[in-house]
């Protein structure tokens, strides 16, 4: 058992030699029984050939290059036939959908929906400019916190402190 632990190498390559060999004995053997299949008999070489001129006289006819043959037989029919061509194809008019009563009442919806949102917008632009006027005005508690906060963000401690302020006590970040 030391022996084949110390000559792995030698012993995977005695095993790949065999397997090698009987791989051809194996294929000379089954080259022989494919060689006595294939030649079973006159009958089944006659029908493989008609088979084959079937096949070949289908494709040329498919591709226009042979007339198109009935076939009398019933046995010589080994496919289904062809499917017909398209011969040509014909544009489809398709007209417009006659306006219905949804259509006006979605329309009507729409201008009301759009009539809101300008009345929204304005009002937003109002509340804006009023709370600008109070916050702007003199002796206001907005303008007296601005006037107390400016100094201290000329340093670089005092802007520090008013990110994290607003970090803190600003609205969430997924309001923003």
Same mark, same amino acid.
């Given at each position: 058992m030391e022996w084949i632990l110390d000559h792995l190498q030698l012993v995977i390559f005695i095993a790949i030699a065999v397997a090698a060999s009987l791989q051809r004995m194996k294929k000379a053997a %089954? %080259?022989?029984?494919? #060689? #006595?299949?294939?030649?079973? %008999?006159?009958?089944?070489?006659? #029908?493989t050939r008609r088979i084959q001129e079937e096949i070949r006289r289908r494709i040329l006819e498919r591709r226009g290059l042979a007339p198109v043959a009935e076939a009398d037989d019933s046995e010589s029919r080994a496919f289904p036939? +062809?499917? *017909? @061509?398209?011969?040509?194809v014909r544009p489809v008019r398709v007209e417009? *959908?006659?306006?219905?009563?949804?259509?006006?009442?979605?329309?009507a919806e729409y201008r009301r929906q759009q009539e809101m949102i300008e009345r929204? @917008?304005?009002?937003?632009?109002?509340? @804006?400019?009023? #709370? +600008? +006027?109070? +916050?702007?005005? *003199?002796?206001s508690a907005a303008a007296e916190a601005t006037d107390r906060a400016l100094p201290d963000l000329h340093s670089r401690g005092g802007l520090r402190r008013a990110v994290v302020l607003r970090e803190v006590l600003g609205p969430p970040i997924g309001l923003r």
């Open positions: %089954g %080259g022989d029984s494919a #060689r #006595r299949q294939a030649s079973t %008999g006159p009958e089944e070489d006659e #029908r036939a +062809a499917p *017909p @061509r398209i011969e040509e417009a *959908p006659v306006a219905t009563v949804a259509d006006e009442t979605m329309d929204a @917008r304005v009002a937003l632009e109002e509340a @804006r400019k009023s #709370r +600008a +006027a109070v +916050a702007a005005a *003199p002796g």
